[in-house]
């Protein structure tokens, strides 16, 4: 079955637009539409009574609106929740709820939230924040978006990428698979923030990822809207021309070439030393931080003199870095470990010692295998020679 292209969940207010215009429809009626599908939630063309009712059946009959089914759905015990859904096409992707800040929790994956809230971060170096008297716990959640159905970057850390690649998710399927999350969740947009970190390469999907982010900016605010990549430096380009961008994160993983080739095959094609000059170019609002992720394995990047060689690697560039532990998975990471706690503690120390900002992340979800580089859409190989 093949992939439907005009899902209107992923049209941006610019693509309505045009298409009214070619209708011969006044203007208003494309922000009608596009308020009643994303502001009203609307899923059902002929209930949008704004709409003369020949439109409305058009737009039922032409465009219906599926959103991808929920094929499985699994809770950990902090509460995330991860989920199988299925695309038209039969494709498997996953998504994480992931509720947010708590008082007992320590730390609260993919967010950056902890700055604001000063709840038990490990921010490693400087003194325990107290949280501000004047900021109340809102009832903040993260979702965790998947790019692709599966990932060809194939960094060997991650359970995504030892699966294979996969194909290009649509902006509606994109927009389809947060609200089926935010449906089954019983959730609206306050307190959201967004992240492309699931399954795929978000930038190896620009004309997906692209008109998602034009939808997603008028649901939400950018600065609550993370996209990461593993480095694809052209697409770098794309994202700094955009009028609004989203908060950027970039899994520097190694800090050096040799170490990053190691784990990261796609630093041989984007080599550290361009991705980085790539960074420093890359246009930042005031108080807006790029942020860096590190993922922790044993032997391989742990040491306090990687600490101190990341630190030289970002000499002045305003960033935050995440230091993630090794989510291990015994079937598809066998060869790799999550160093001990006092080896993850003297990492962070190092590298605050060396001035840079840093949290480590525990995970949520791990138990639910929703951790990070634990998503992974399907139950096979697809590729000969893996197991
Ligand atoms: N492809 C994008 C986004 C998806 S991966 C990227 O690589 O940035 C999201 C994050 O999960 C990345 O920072 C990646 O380095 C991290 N990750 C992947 N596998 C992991 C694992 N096994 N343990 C911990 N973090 C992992
Ligand atoms: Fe792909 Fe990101 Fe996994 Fe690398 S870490 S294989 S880029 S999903």
Redesign the pocket.
């Known amino acids: 079955m093949s992939v439907p292209d005009n899902d209107p969940l992923g049209w941006p207010p610019a693509r309505w637009e045009a298409w009214a215009q070619a209708q011969g429809l006044e203007r208003y009626r494309a922000r009608q539409i596009f308020d009643a599908l994303h502001r009203e939630g609307r899923r059902d063309f002929r209930a949008i009574g704004v709409l003369p009712r020949a439109l409305r059946e058009r737009l039922a009959s032409e465009m219906p609106i599926a959103l991808p089914q929920i094929a499985r759905k699994e809770a950990s015990r902090d509460g995330s929740v991860k989920y199988g859904l299925r695309l038209s096409d039969g494709a498997l992707i996953e998504a994480v709820y992931m509720p947010g800040e708590r008082r007992d929790e320590e730390i609260v994956e993919f967010d950056d939230a902890r700055r604001d809230s000063g709840l038990g971060t490990r921010d490693s170096g400087a003194e325990p924040r107290r949280p501000r008297a004047a900021s109340p716990l809102v009832d903040r959640f993260t979702i965790c978006l998947s790019s692709q159905t599966g ?1 060809a ?3 060997v ?2 359970v ?2 030892r699966l294979g690649g996969g194909r290009n998710l649509t902006s509606g399927e994109i927009l389809g698979q947060l609200y089926a999350v935010l449906e089954d969740a019983h959730r609206g947009t306050d307190g959201m923030r967004v992240v492309f970190m699931g ?3 978000p930038l190896l999907n620009l004309p997906g990822v692209l008109p998602a982010l034009d939808v997603l900016f008028e649901i939400a605010s950018p600065r609550r809207i993370t996209v ?3 480095g694809i430096t052209p697409a770098l380009a794309s994202l700094a021309a955009l009028p609004r961008r989203p908060n950027l994160a970039v ?1 520097i993983n190694a800090a050096d070439e040799e170490t990053r080739t190691r784990i ?1 095959p ?1 630093n041989k094609t984007y080599p550290l030393a361009g991705l980085i000059a790539a960074l420093r170019r890359f246009p930042l609002e005031p108080r807006r931080r790029l942020l860096v992720e590190y993922v922790l394995i044993a032997g391989v990047n742990d040491t306090p003199q990687d600490a101190r060689k990341l630190a030289t690697l970002l000499k002045g560039l305003p960033v935050k870095v995440n230091v993630i532990p090794l989510n291990e998975d015994a079937t598809y990471l066998k060869e790799w470990r999550r160093p001990a706690e006092e080896v993850i503690d003297r990492f962070a120390a190092a590298i605050a010692a060396a001035g840079l900002v840093a949290t480590v992340r525990r995970s949520k979800g791990a138990d639910a295998s929703a951790a990070c ?1 634990q998503l992974k859409g399907r139950t096979r190989d697809v590729r000969r020679g893996r197991s």
């Open positions: 990932c970057v194939d960094c850390f991650c995504t990428g399954m795929g390469e990461s990549t593993s899994s990261m796609i580089g």
